[in-house]
């Protein structure tokens, strides 16, 4: 079973970040994902928040396809190189 959604402080008050968003294999593709995402948005306005942010790898395309339909932005891209 997926562990629930874990929402840190950042240091701006009003931004909200999941460090962590599970979805079990069973429930990709489904409404599912939407509505919870949906709630965490209603939930993150009413206590005062005016942005949330998440972390997704480059290769998982659809977790980005899935944000992306729910109105996310892409603010930062990491690189690394490897050495060995």
Known sequence: MSEPVAMLPTTCM???FF???PAEDVHRRHPHPHTALD????DARTQGAHT????VFDFNTSARSLY???GYETT???MRKHLV
Request: overall charge negative; cysteine-free.
């Open 68 to 70: 992306e339909s729910l």
């Open 39 to 42: 709630a965490v948005d209603d």
């Open 14 to 16: 009003f931004t909200w």
């Open 52 to 55: 949330l942010g998440l972390s």
């Open 76 to 78: 930062m891209v990491k």
């Open 19 to 21: 460090h962590q968003v």
